[in-house]
């Protein structure tokens, strides 16, 4: 079976061919042009699939809120404008006639990790991504639970915080505004009047001031764990974002949780994402090939 995967992103539209033993090859990816909207994204993507030859299926992880059943964007944000209500599904299989899912990019990235990668051999964990904001997914059982409207697991707007910092979704106090890894970067400019990103933070890892400020950061990320840990009682947490791959935050993570949780919920790790890039990819193109 030869499955096109496509992964649709605010910026990138990254594609690759994937077989039956779910290798990805010929990797490419063309600039998205959010500004042209969400229906001119997906006439691009059909060119795309039409231009290659012996597609059996097409498996799409997109940005936005998606009905994973019918394949259409429930809600986007002004990223990808006119992108809310576009049934990609629907258009691209009247287009070209191939069997098409589509999924969130969150939940393919959790789906590619629970099959090839973090969570292989896990029946349930959750996911969480540490970037801009904080992504969450959750992985119950054997499959993706989206919730009653396609959006359960947005972790980044559980509050941490009673009348706390405000937060992109219009709410106070929320995890991401205090977790992520913009949360930690405006903390470490703001305190210390300096203006680094995240890679230069941890290149300067071993002045005591910014540590303290990381410390503090890591004390943010494991509250909202905690939480989470109370609720699903996990036996894995998978951590993403390119801020994950520093080693002490992981190891500060599990050390503190393990030092905080109540006995029973301690038979618990978190470990950082495995796949990458290619995650959402691969759980879009399982998704296709189980049509
Ligand atoms: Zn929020």
Redesign the pocket.
Known sequence: MKILAFDIGGTEIKYALCDESFNLTEKKSIPTNAHEGGKRIIERVIEIIKSCDGIDRVGISTAGQVDGVKGEIVFATDTIPGYTGVKIKELVQKETGIPTAVENDVNSAALGEAIFGAGRGEKSFICLTYGT?IGGAIYLDGKLFTGNSFSAG?F??I?THQGGRK???????????YASTTALVNDVNEKLGLSLNGREIFERFDDPEIKAVIDLWIDEIVTGLKSLVYIFNPSLIVAGGGIMNEEYITKEINARLQSQLMNSFKKLRVVKAQMGNDANKLGAAYLASKL
């Open positions: 904001g947005e980044g707007h509050v937060c992109t979704c219009g709410g106070e106090g929320c995890y991401e505004a």
